[in-house]
């Protein structure tokens, strides 16, 4: 491939015979300064030759037969617009050291190559935007992140021009004309010129257009004679020479933004003529907040054709003063426009808020709604009210960005402002109400916006604040249109929690009611993470130990497996791991659906299988993490947790919790190759969250939690439970950690009654292990999701669970002793099953290296240990059927409540 390297070498050269006055390429430049210093005659007319090849050295021994590696490692946006990938070539570099060469986008010598560059790109972007949404850093939330080209072209272009803006106005080189108006505009790219320019057309005609162009060009051209005439007015030396100087200046600057990029930046002829065009300010692209925008006032600003959609969005944001109209003539043939609210008006409500103290953060994200006849675009800003409770109080600021009309696209330049918000409080209302008055642009428009408010305040009610845990009785019943509004918030909720399951790659999570009204689970908010493999540390506020545990430990911390690296080519292969599966917990490792020996082919090298790079992690002896696994074999060897499948082993119902350790982010092996690294990797069964019918028994069935009635009663159900509805789950599947709120010990211990429910034991290992002289307690957390968790916290309890947990260290280190509590299936559960899990079962690990029993570990000598008596053999037998349950729970003296479509759920 070493030829299209030099292709792109001579590609190059043609490149700069286009290049204009400002677009210097270093070597021309050089060519240039030596032919003026030797005073060459030629160096005028031969301004745009190619460089000088020795600094394109090749190596002369470079063997030109081979094919040449080449790599893409970058891309870069040149001065035009123009993408260019910026490639690497293993073996080959410049006299200068460099090897990095830069490819147009349609360079044929790269096709083909540039797809895994892109597709790794935007996977980066998308990590990088659901890390900052997930973020509830402040600093986090001016971040925008832009995941097209388009973006990259345009803020190379706006950084340039807003510097260049900024620039005129510190020398006073403004056009005073157009002081007034100050707009700021977002800009989409050509494409919606493009498409503007069409509609344009079929509407005024090409000749009207093209006379409007004409003076729309004219009309820039004379601002600038303008400016040339104010400055001289001024008596500034701001002659022709200057306005070169500053055409330069402006090309230089936007090269410098676009950093490094291509010591070639071909620019496209109509370079000049792009770069008028876009003289406009912008504030989002830029990265610049809107206050900082307010800073570059008084700036000319071009008309420009509006453009609005594309994944970024764009908008127009006008300050109060005339607003003069961007749209050409032939606006008015449009179709009306829709209920719109000024932008001056806008603008003002802006200064209002600023004025009651309210802080203006630009949004991170856009939402879109459609609907036949118009369109709603881009949530420009959200001012968060009252910062300390984010998930309350959140009012969105809305603009109307065009409107569809008769299949067309019509772009309209004002702003509709609407609320949305979750809660809010009255006096706000009022405030709002108030505002919208004064402003006053019409009436009509007070009206649409106080009905907005009023559907917001009823959805807001609806939405109620009912703290997770209380009786759900207490949830407001919805009055009126009960099934419409139940339906339309389980189905936001579904759709939220999806969403937010997706950004993970974890399958859907759907919520449903097919027993009652109520609108889904209480207190738990659309916005609400659904946090599938992540703590948080709400306690964790202000900065405690707590909050310290959470921050990534230093990577050198972490065991580190070299599995597929080169190294572990040397690797001792004397692994003969002949599995005995009976363990050393006295449990028995299942035999889920393969048979025992297939594990033993795969460990042992004996048989014949020898591991290659790519799966050492198989071998749990030779993968680094786990040799301080305190997974073993009778005979002390390592073994690993989890089938060639990805199943967890270890099933049997009396097996104690498991402590897994799984290989991590710093190990070269990959999340989906890895065979250690199940519990991290994103849930693949889509779980649906549902209403549990409440059940009429008659005394005789069982006895209530009050000592037992013979009347026949209505339990109240079991809340709302998670059940796969989908498809049938396979026994020893990994669903998924639980997640929360991390606290410690003692503020768990605390917690009583129904609250306790919702607190997960993080029982790694023993804390005083370790460290014999540090206090036990202040290392032992626990995880509790009555504020905030995700779907695990729907699991309710049952003494005949289909699933457990185990605990698994995977982005920690064993000694923190903040695992994560994995939950997988204890038996092939059917699709519609509800899941459950035995809240009681927190079996503390053994010490190390020492079996404890189960007999060890419950407690003795108590009411309670008769219960446990009888809940341990419940727990540890195969109960076929109830009648047998029944049988052995009378013989044990066991109390038994029947609740749910579980065969038996004791409540001990
Ligand atoms: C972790 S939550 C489970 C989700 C809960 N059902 C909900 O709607 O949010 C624990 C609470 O669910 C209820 N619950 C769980 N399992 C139950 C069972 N077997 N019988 C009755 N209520 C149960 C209890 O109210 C308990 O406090």
């Given at each position: 491939m070493i030829e299209q390297a030099q292709g792109f070498y001579s590609d190059r050269s043609m490149l700069y015979d286009d290049e204009d006055l400002g677009g210097h390429e270093p070597g021309q430049q050089q060519n240039q300064q030596t032919d003026e210093d030797g005073g060459s005659s030629e160096s005028d007319n031969n301004l745009y030759e190619s460089s000088e090849p020795e600094r394109e050295d090749w190596q002369d021994e470079i063997d030109t037969e081979k094919d040449w590696d080449m790599k893409i490692v970058g891309v870069e946006v040149a001065n035009g617009d123009e993408i260019y990938y910026e490639a690497r070539w293993p073996g080959w570099s410049r006299s200068d050291g460099t090897t990095n060469t830069y490819h147009h986008?349609?360079?044929?010598?790269i096709k083909g190559l540039t797809r895994d560059w892109d597709n790794a790109r935007q996977n980066k972007i998308k990590n990088l935007i659901g890390t900052v949404k997930k973020s509830n850093d402040d600093t986090a939330l001016g971040i925008e992140i832009w995941p097209d080209n388009d973006v990259m072209s345009s803020n190379t272009r706006y950084r340039a021009q807003l510097f260049d803006e900024k620039l005129a106005i510190t020398e006073g080189r403004l056009n005073r004309k157009r002081n007034s108006a100050v707009r700021v505009e977002y800009d989409l790219g050509e494409g919606l010129e493009r498409e503007m320019l069409r509609l344009l057309k079929k509407e005024i005609g090409e000749e009207e257009t093209r006379k409007m162009l004409k003076e729309y060009n004219d009309d820039e051209e004379s601002d600038d004679d303008d400016g040339k005439d104010t400055d001289n007015e001024d008596g500034d030396n701001d002659n022709d020479e200057n306005q070169h100087d500053r055409s330069v200046q402006r090309r230089t600057r936007s090269e410098t933004a676009s950093s490094r990029t291509r010591s070639t930046a071909p620019s496209t002829s109509n370079s000049a003529s792009i770069s008028r065009a876009q003289s406009t300010i912008s504030s989002g692209p830029s990265g610049l907040s809107r206050s900082q925008l307010k800073n570059v006032s008084n700036v000319r600003s071009i008309p420009r054709i509006p453009q609005a959609q594309g994944s970024v969005g764009q908008v127009k944001l006008s300050a109060p003063g005339p607003s003069s109209s961007l749209i050409p003539p032939g606006r008015s043939a449009f179709s009306p426009a829709p209920p719109s609210f000024g932008p001056q008006s806008y603008d003002i409500l802006l200064y209002v808020f600023h004025w009651v103290g309210i802080v203006e953060v630009p949004c991170i994200h856009s939402t879109h709604y459609a609907s036949s006849s118009f369109v709603i675009s881009l949530s420009i800003v959200y001012i968060p009210f009252g910062l300390d409770d984010k998930d309350k109080n959140i009012i969105y600021i809305e603009k109307t960005l065009g409107y569809i009309s008769n299949d067309e696209i019509a772009y309209e330049n004002r702003f509709f402002c609407g609320v949305i918000f979750e809660s809010i409080s009255a006096h706000f209302i009022l405030i709002l109400i108030f505002v919208l008055f004064i402003l006053g642009t019409s009436i009509y428009h007070v009206f649409y916006i106080c009905f907005l408010v009023i559907l917001n305040v009823y959805y807001a009610n609806q939405n109620n604040d009912v703290e997770l845990g209380e009786d759900n009785a207490r949830v407001k019943p919805n009055r009126k249109g009960k099934t419409r509004e139940t339906r339309s918030r389980l189905q936001l909720l579904s759709l939220a929690w999806t969403e937010a399951a997706a950004q993970v790659g974890a399958a859907s999570i759907t919520f449903v009611n097919e027993v009652d009204e109520e609108d889904g689970p209480p207190g738990v908010g659309l916005d609400t993470d659904s946090r599938e493999g992540e703590f948080t540390y709400l306690e964790a506020k202000p900065k405690t130990h707590l909050q310290e545990l959470l921050e990534p430990p230093d990577p050198g911390m972490f065991l580190q497996c070299g599995c597929g690296a080169e190294s572990d080519r040397d690797v001792d292969m004397d692994v003969n791991d002949d599995i005995d599966i009976e363990m050393l917990f006295g449990g028995t490792e299942s035999d889920l659906d393969t048979p025992k020996g297939k594990g033993k082919a795969k460990e042992n090298s004996d048989s014949g299988h020898i591991p290659t790079l790519q799966n050492v992690c198989d071998v749990s002896s030779l993968c680094g993490c786990q040799g301080i696994s305190e997974l073993v074999d009778k005979a002390g060897k390592h073994i690993r947790a989890y089938t060639d499948e990805g199943l967890f082993k270890f099933t049997s119902r009396s097996n104690p919790r498991i402590e897994v350790i799984e290989c991590n982010q710093?190990?070269?092996?990959t999340l989906y190759e890895c065979s250690n690294r199940i519990a991290q990797r994103p849930r693949s069964i889509p779980v649906e969250i549902f209403k549990t019918e409440s059940e009429t028994r008659s005394g005789s069935e069982g006895v209530d939690d009050h000592g037992g009635s013979e009347e026949p009663r209505k339990n109240k159900g079991r809340g709302w439970g998670v059940r796969c509805a989908k498809q049938n789950v396979k026994r020893g599947t990994v669903l998924g950690c639980y997640t929360g709120e991390l606290i410690h010990r003692q503020t768990a211990n605390g917690l009583e009654g129904e609250y306790g429910t919702y607190v997960f034991d993080?029982?790694?290992?023993?804390p005083a292990e370790d460290?014999?002289?540090?206090?036990p307690n202040l290392q032992m957390y626990s995880i509790d999701a009555r504020k905030c968790g995700n779907w695990t916290r729907f699991l309710n309890h049952s003494c005949l669970p289909n699933l457990a947990v185990y605990t698994a260290v995977l982005d920690?280190?064993?000694?923190?002793?903040?695992?994560r509590l994995v939950f997988f299936a204890l038996e092939d559960i059917l699709k519609g099953t509800e899941m459950t899990v035995d809240y009681h079962a927190g079996n503390p690990l053994p010490k190390k290296g020492k079996a404890r029993k189960w007999e060890e570990m419950r407690p003795q000598g108590t009411i309670a240990s008769s219960l446990q008596d009888a809940y341990l053999h419940w727990m540890t037998s195969d109960y076929s059927s109830l009648d047998t349950a029944f049988l052995d729970a009378g013989r044990m003296n066991c109390p038994i409540i029947l609740t749910g479509s579980h065969p038996c759920n004791i409540i001990v």
């Open positions: 986008k349609n360079d044929p010598s710093y190990c070269k092996c993080l029982d790694g290992r023993d460290d014999e002289e540090s206090d920690t280190i064993p000694e923190q002793n903040i695992p």
